[in-house]
């Protein structure tokens, strides 16, 4: 019962999530005798509440751009290379049920090119418990089908770079800012026809949707694609190819 009633006091005061202990069972500490295990206990409460209490570092990577420009590509291996935890922003998109989504007249189909179809206070909850804690549960989608399909939990080592990429990037950068969360913001470019070719060939790849709306879609996205790119830039992104962007992240973070 001392096991969990400490559980249950750590929750009560806001250091756990409702979640079991990661505190060692009684029993595997019970040999050290009275104050040693006391001073055992105090010292981990100590560090649970000292982690929840200080400032979270500045450590997200916003990887944005437009469709196709080689966010997810640069973020995998970014993090091959160097075991950096990726945030799929696109994760974050909403059912295809769900009412109230936005639509385009163009295509007669959901506008997922819209903020409005994706969740952005899901997304920033998640970076922030991610950054805070060193782990989140956050959603699998499936494009092909347009919904959630389930969970996954996400885990990031103490100040290592935890690096969001998506399309929506935009839309975090200022509350990310606020926060105190956000380490620096990019928008991954290459050339406009690349670019376009590249998106074509991943979404038929991946069956993302039907190959017309597909094509409809490329089009559409290949004559937006400079306000897209003036769009992150005013919100504060810096403009450059992958290559350039992962050099300077790698500088940057001493790997």
Partial sequence: WP??????TLVAVGLRGGEPSALPPLRDVRRLGGLQLLEHRIEIVHSEVEHRLLPP???VVLLGGP????KSRLADRLARRHGWCVVR????YRDGDEPGLPRSSDLDAVDWDDPRSWNAEDAIAALEELVRTGRARVPSYDISTSRRTGTRTVA???????????????ELVGPLRERGLLASAWCVTRPRALTA???????LREARKPPLLLLR???????????VVDRLVQAGATPASPGRVAAALEAAHGR
């Fill in 67 to 70: 469709s196709g420009a080689g």
């Fill in 197 to 203: 070719l590249l998106r074509l060939v991943r979404d």
């Fill in 57 to 59: 570092e500045p450590v």
């Fill in 156 to 170: 990031t080592a103490p100040g290592a770079p935890v690096l969001a990429e998506g399309i929506f990037v935009a």
């Fill in 217 to 227: 879609r490329g089009l559409a996205l290949h004559r937006v694609e400079p306000r």
């Fill in 89 to 92: 922003l696109d994760d974050f």
């Fill in 3 to 8: 096991q969990r009633r400490l559980d249950h």
